[in-house]
């Protein structure tokens, strides 16, 4: 069972920022948090990972509350090429390092 | 830096027949390589975990003897799936980690993906 919830499906318009929540209420201790974006017919391509407070690099923001049972993917001014399915996961010595996807949100970005 | 490939990106066989995928780290060494398993609309299922040297551990369910998976090198793992028939049918998905750091902090780098038709 994957340990991450999600929406199922957003939508968006190009140039608005999009946020993506997710819960993982039972992360163990030593688990980070991992985003990966898939386009169809290709492999996830990894987005940014954090344990806590924020991270940031140059495509996405990643916020990670004080109790870490949730996070959120922040993309900034999105275009329609960030059309894609977006995971979020946790990694870590409790899964051995294993990635369990769930289903993942569905980002359909409109002009 | 931290390119997986697979090969072929896509196969069309026979039912009863075997076939074989490569997944490669082109510019690292993986000590871990996962492969996985994705049927349309649906998300990635992983099958087994393979470190260098030693025998792959598969995931409840999947059949070792149906998938075999070698790790022969640090750069080279292969996926055969045997006597394939057509609801083997998936896309192929696999993926590499360098190893050496703790579990929560070491990405997964993942290949392309090879698409499998079986007639």
């Known amino acids: 069972l994957a340990k991450t919830t999600q929406p199922i499906s957003m939508d968006s318009y190009e140039g608005q920022e999009v946020n993506i929540t997710c819960s993982h209420n039972n992360i163990a201790t030593n688990d980070y948090i991992t985003w990966y974006q898939q386009f169809p017919s290709q492999g996830p391509r990894f987005i940014i990972q954090g344990y806590k407070t924020k991270v940031t690099n140059e495509v996405a923001s990643l916020f990670i509350p004080a109790d870490r049972k949730s996070s959120t993917l922040s993309l900034p001014r999105v275009s329609l090429s960030d059309t894609a399915v977006y995971y979020c996961?946790?990694?870590?010595?409790?899964?051995?390092?294993?990635?369990?996807f769930g289903q993942g949100t569905t980002l359909q970005v409109k002009p | 830096g931290a390119v997986v490939s697979q090969h072929p990106s896509r196969v069309i066989c026979k039912s009863g027949t075997s076939v074989k995928i490569e997944c490669r780290s082109l510019d690292f060494q993986a000590t871990t390589m996962f492969w996985y398993r994705q049927f349309p609309k649906q998300s990635l299922m992983l099958m087994a975990t393979?470190?260098?040297?030693?025998?792959?551990?598969?995931e409840q369910g999947v059949e070792k003897d149906k998938f075999l998976i070698n790790h022969a090198s640090l750069t080279l793992s292969t996926l055969t799936v045997t006597s394939a028939h057509p609801e083997d049918s998936s896309f192929y998905i696999c993926?590499?980690?360098?190893?050496?750091?703790?579990?929560?902090?070491?990405?997964?780098?993942f290949g392309p993906g090879t698409r499998l038709t079986v007639l």
């Open positions: 393979s470190n260098e040297g030693s025998k792959a551990t598969y």
């Open positions: 993926s590499a980690t360098r190893g050496g750091v703790a579990y929560g902090t070491d990405t997964q780098y």
């Open positions: 996961l946790t990694q870590g010595s409790s899964n051995t390092g294993k990635l369990i």
